[in-house]
């Protein structure tokens, strides 16, 4: 499925700053996503990873800083224009549309773009996401947990995105599920689709992630390829630290 | 003469059901009320006898009004809820806004046609006025089933559209999750502004083929109406359009019978003591709240 081609072009994030009411949840962050790439983005819990996400998506407004798809700036847009520009993205906690039928769910994804999909073209989707229902008509609230995850990334790739956001895709899976996920993360971006992975699963980001940022209070800390991260001192100091 | 009571309840069931989808379609995606609903019924009343007083067609003249009474509503959302959404203002407060445009509507309706009872200009309904439809026992005049075909065709039609159409997807998303939805690319505003017209539009619809049924149409029209609608939407479960359908052909169905069978000064009180029986067995109506997101 072409799920790139007109929208190949780099997610750039420069000096994002994020403050609400005097906290200041993201402090000059900066992250650079290209097509076919994944980036793994990790750190502490409220290190700010889901701001910068939220920011990214047009959920929160950045207090300064810029952040662009290709030449087209981001950073001003509503919510719904940005995902009409390229950006897709999973949830932290699954936010499937759950009285609306599978199907229903992965059309919802192409909101972002005009037309609606075929019947086969969503079973594609499922396939290409490892989501194993077939029934198109049954609730997504109904769906086994691991299912749900699955789908809401064949909700996301419907959009055909330029990058695709996913939050902690593997949270809550087992082992063998999260091998399979981290198959479809890697085959997605093969495709030309941006990654950028929040993640606490480290197997799965030394496994997939071609670069990793990482986040702590705020500020990025470091930046590398996994192997680099995982003997970056700060890195150890801020998993391991106080 | 049961027979002959459950079909005029089926008539005036047809027409509630229609208003009170209004409410039930702006709760189920905004979480708010809408008391301007029976003032845009009211308007488009009064819009339909003047463009029939004008000398259109009476369907020329009840599509032109059921449009712009859905304008009607969009502009309503443009001014008492779209600035409060924004700010995040809860759902009190729009509630509020809501009463003040119905004072506007009002007031401009009362200031354009003045108090008092008025009619559709004679000779309006041509052979729709004259004589009677037999049918087995029953006996029904044509407005009668011009009044339920419209009815059940613009139920038909928004059947079709919330269960098989983009639009209706988009309606049952932002029901669901305005915030996932917009994250998937979806225009909140204009999502919005379309369920406010469709809402609007039964809405007025409602409102024509009352004027038309009992050959008046007032400012207090809407007002007569609006607590039955709520109760209706109450007693069909909060945001369900089923719910509000099977709600509304009940209310119909005592209100008649009550009148045919016990006085008709009592027709209200007991139409709304069976709707207080009903809700006193199940709290959260009929279908409870969530039968829109399904549809």
Not at chain 2, 277 to 289: C, H, N
């Amino acid at each position: 499925m072409a799920a790139s081609g007109v929208n190949a072009e780099a997610l750039v994030a420069e000096n994002v700053t994020v403050r609400y009411a005097g906290v200041t949840a993201l402090d000059d962050a900066s992250l650079r996503v290209e097509p076919g790439a994944i980036v793994g983005l990790i750190g502490p819990n409220g290190a700010g990873k889901t701001t910068l996400i939220n920011a990214i998506t047009g959920v929160v407004r950045p207090t300064s800083g810029t952040i662009a798809l290709g030449t087209k700036r981001l950073d001003r847009l509503p919510a719904h224009r940005v995902a009409r520009a390229g950006i897709a993205r999973t949830y932290q906690n699954v936010r499937l549309f759950a009285r609306l039928d599978v199907a229903d769910n992965v059309r919802a994804g192409a909101f972002a773009r005009s037309g609606t999909l075929s019947d086969s073209e969503i079973v594609t989707l499922l396939e290409r996401t490892g989501t194993t229902e077939r029934d198109l008509r049954r609730r997504a609230g109904a769906l086994p947990y691991g299912e749900q995850r699955r789908l809401e990334v064949a909700r996301a790739l419907a959009a055909r995105p330029a990058t695709l956001l996913l939050d902690e895709p593997a949270a809550g899976m087992n082992p063998a599920e999260t091998i399979v996920l981290g198959r479809t993360i890697a085959s997605v971006a093969s495709s030309g689709v941006g990654i950028l992975l929040v993640e606490h699963d480290m197997s799965l980001v030394a496994a997939i992630c071609t670069s990793v940022v990482v986040l702590n209070f705020g500020r990025v800390i470091a930046t590398g390829t996994p192997q680099e991260i995982a003997r970056d001192p700060a890195v150890i100091e801020a998993y391991l630290g106080t | 003469m049961l027979a002959q009571q459950l079909a005029n309840g089926l008539f005036l069931g047809a027409v509630y059901a229609l208003f009170a989808i209004g409410y039930t379609l702006v709760f189920g995606v905004l979480d708010i009320l809408n008391l301007a609903h029976a003032a845009i019924f009211m308007a488009t009343a009064f819009a339909a006898i003047a463009l029939v007083g004008a000398g259109l067609p009476l369907a020329l003249a009840i599509a032109i009004a059921v449009v712009f009474a859905g304008l009607l509503g969009i502009a309503l959302d443009r001014v008492a809820f779209a600035p409060l959404r924004a700010r995040n203002a809860g759902t009190l407060v729009p509630l509020i806004s809501s009463i003040g445009v119905a004072i506007a509507i009002g007031g401009v309706a009362r200031g354009l046609f003045g108090p008092g009872e008025h009619r559709f200009p004679s000779g309006t309904l041509g052979p729709l006025g004259e004589g009677r439809i037999h049918l087995g026992a029953l006996a029904f005049s044509g407005l009668d089933i011009v009044i339920l075909g419209v009815a059940l065709a613009l139920m038909g039609t928004l059947a079709y559209v919330m269960r098989a159409t983009s639009l209706g997807r988009a309606i049952r998303a932002v029901a669901e999750d305005r915030v996932a939805a917009a994250l998937l690319g979806l225009d909140l505003e204009r999502t919005i502004a379309l369920t406010f017209f469709i809402a609007s539009a039964l809405g007025g619809a409602a409102g024509i083929l009352i004027g038309l049924q009992y050959d008046s149409v007032s400012l207090e029209m809407g007002s007569r109406i609006e607590l039955k609608g709520l109760a209706i939407v109450i007693l069909g479960g909060m945001g369900s359009i089923t719910g509000a359908v099977i709600g509304a052909f009940i209310l119909g169905a005592v209100e008649v019978l009550s009148v045919a069978y016990i006085t008709s000064s009592y027709r209200d009180a007991v139409a709304f003591g069976v709707m207080f029986a009903i809700l006193v067995l199940r709290p959260s109506g009929l279908l409870g709240k969530r039968a829109l997101r399904t549809a």
